[in-house]
């Protein structure tokens, strides 16, 4: 198993304070591994990032809501993620991890509902966690049946070889990391241009996550600006952002958060869009009070 390096342990403030109530709508919690063991055959293994440090990195960026998203480390078992959002408070909800619905019963199902999982992440093939086509379409209707939302990670190669079984869903799904696109492609891309058809059916969402691996320029992603605004004009209801910390399979060392903000508040100069994409849209798709 290679080895992942750790989340930067020194989050600082970005330049630009967010908004009051912003949020993080993605970030995953690991370890201990002596309380949260790997399961058997997980494809990777993170340095330890616990909820604890998770809050911390949020109190410095100025971030009051979040979204624990399980990890395919731990499967069906979403321990860690219970235990997460219960330390994290009622400003915070959970993604499960789409096997849950494989491995468990309708009272463990309950119980994330109740704790705050308003979710379930279908996760790309190679991370170990892979559902057939009778699973995702059992999954879906236990989804309708929770009121929840799907979760799409696409594959490596953007999200357009890989839409397929999500394409015509009518719950409301949120595609993570962009859709993956090539931003050397630039309008040609496939990706973005799927994302951009999606986006227009009223339902599908984007995740602006994923930053520093989408960009083929490297710091500080300049290239990624013109996919995350051709969203933002499509759908500026329908756009999110999350840190993805402690940004999971990182063999380069993972950006401090407050990098990854001013990212996106360079795609959103003004103070109206910042407000929708970390604020009201999470409201809208997560639950929160308003």
């Not at 594959?155 to 409301?172: K, N, T």
Request: hydrophobic content about 40%; aromatic content about 8%.
């Amino acid at each position: 198993m290679p080895t992942y390096l750790p989340f930067d342990p020194n989050p600082r403030t970005p330049s630009v304070v967010p908004p009051p109530l912003a949020c993080d709508s993605q970030f995953h919690v690991l370890g201990p591994p002596e309380r949260y063991p790997v399961r058997p055959g997980a494809v990777y293994e993170m340095p330890t990032a616990t909820v604890d440090a998770a809050l911390k990195m949020h109190r410095a960026l100025g971030i009051a809501r979040g979204v624990i998203v399980q990890p395919t480390t731990y499967g069906a078992d979403h321990a860690v993620t219970l235990d997460g959002l219960a330390a994290a408070g009622p400003n915070y909800r959970g993604c499960a991890n789409a096997i849950v619905f494989n491995e468990k019963d309708d009272v463990y199902l309950e119980r994330l509902h109740r704790a705050g999982v308003r979710g379930a992440r279908f996760t790309r093939q190679g991370l170990g966690v892979a559902l057939s086509k009778a699973d995702i379409d059992r999954a879906m209707a236990r989804v309708r049946e929770l009121g929840w939302y799907v979760k799409v990670q696409p594959e490596p190669d953007g999200i357009a070889a890989s839409i397929a079984a999500y394409r015509d869903l009518e719950v409301p799904v949120v595609i993570d990391h962009l859709g993956r696109p090539d931003p050397a492609r630039g309008a040609d891309d496939p990706s973005l241009k799927t994302m951009v058809e999606l986006l227009r059916r009223g339902n599908f969402w984007v995740m602006v996550s994923l930053t520093e691996k989408t960009s083929k320029a490297g710091p500080p992603w300049n290239d990624v600006v013109p996919i995350v605004r051709a969203y933002l004009e499509v759908a500026p209801d329908r756009v999110i952002w999350g840190s993805d910390w402690p940004h999971p399979v990182s063999t380069k060392q993972p950006p401090n958060e407050a990098d990854l903000l001013e990212f996106l508040f360079r795609c959103a100069p003004d103070a109206d869009a910042r407000k929708r994409i970390l604020v009201d849209n999470p409201v809208q798709l997560f639950g929160f009070e308003t």
